[in-house]
């Protein structure tokens, strides 16, 4: 019943900024708290970015200072913008609820190269 949409990705250059968005639905999505996640090829996904549902907000340390979670309530909308970006951080990004995994979306490929 959970549903969860991301999109918003797409090829950039380094340096380059993007803002996913997650839409959702199937949940009370004010009261959970959601991640974002991210996976490369061969790799399990990974954890990026939280956001509670007070608002408070945290990071990996691999995007802290270039990556802000954010939320929108009224629209069911979770969203990441990610400035400065780097090779590093391509992948497919995921959000998800942090209570519970079990459901995901289809992801959003964000490619960053020259």
């Known amino acids: 019943q959970v549903q969860l949409v991301e999109s918003g990705g797409g090829l950039v250059q380094p340096g380059g900024s993007l803002r996913l968005s997650c839409k959702v639905s199937g949940f009370n999505f004010e009261k959970n708290a959601m991640d974002w996640y991210r996976q490369i090829p061969g790799a399990q996904r990974a954890w990026v970015a939280r956001?509670?549902?007070?608002?408070?907000?945290d990071y990996v340390d691999s995007v802290k200072g270039r990556f802000t979670i954010s939320r929108d309530n009224a629209k069911d909308t979770l969203y990441l913008q990610m400035n400065n970006l780097q090779p590093e951080d391509t992948a497919v990004y995921y959000c998800n609820l942090v209570f519970s995994t079990r459901d995901w979306g289809q992801g959003t490929q964000v490619t960053v190269s020259s």
């Open positions: 956001i509670d549902v007070k608002g408070i907000t």
